[in-house]
């Protein structure tokens, strides 16, 4: 997987070893349930009327970063979301709004309501057609590739050797 960076638009490998999320994977816990991401940055969008957040986070108290967050999101579980979640979360806000990124819904919510259109629309007679033949196109067993007179490799059929050391010990079972 390539992945960009929102910073400098350098791209760069993401191997399987590195931990790599989407933004659309994460939540934010509450107390009664998990919010996600996209949610909060769009109540954050909201309160800052998209505009970057004011807070200098380096220097912000941690008082003062909690009653922000607060503000976006009041249910936000104050033992379970740690002060460094709510830097992170402000600081990718921010560097959202730099590269231009101001739309935070999911894109796949779009393209469920598209197809959820189209099957209405479809007849249910036709619908029904396509469910059989596609039930039939797997209920085939699919083929696999082997030769007739095909033979077992020579090196399978020849005996495994003992190691010595078993040998001498059947050996000696065997003199007793």
Wanted: hydrophobic share 30%; no cysteine.
């Amino acid at each position: 997987m390539i992945v960009e960076s929102l910073i400098d638009q350098k791209r760069i490998p993401a191997y399987t070893t590195d931990k790599v999320l989407t933004l659309g994977n994460i939540s934010i816990y509450t107390n009664a349930e998990e919010v996600p991401l996209y949610k909060v940055l769009n109540s954050i969008k909201k309160k800052e009327n998209t505009q970057k957040i004011p807070i200098d986070l380096s220097k912000a108290d941690p008082d003062e970063l909690r009653t922000y967050f607060a503000e976006v999101l009041p249910e936000f579980d104050r033992e379970r979301v740690y002060l460094t979640d709510i830097k992170r979360l402000m600081n990718w806000y921010n560097l959202l709004l730099d590269a231009g990124i101001t739309e935070f819904d999911p894109e796949e919510e779009e393209e469920d309501v598209e197809e959820e259109t189209e099957a209405v629309e479809t007849d249910p007679e036709e619908e029904g057609k396509k469910q059989k033949d596609e039930v039939k196109k797997v209920s085939k067993p699919q083929k696999t590739a082997v030769r007739k007179n095909a033979t077992t490799p020579k090196t399978a059929a020849a005996p495994i050797k003992q190691q010595p050391a078993i040998s001498k010990m059947r050996q000696r079972t065997k003199s007793k």
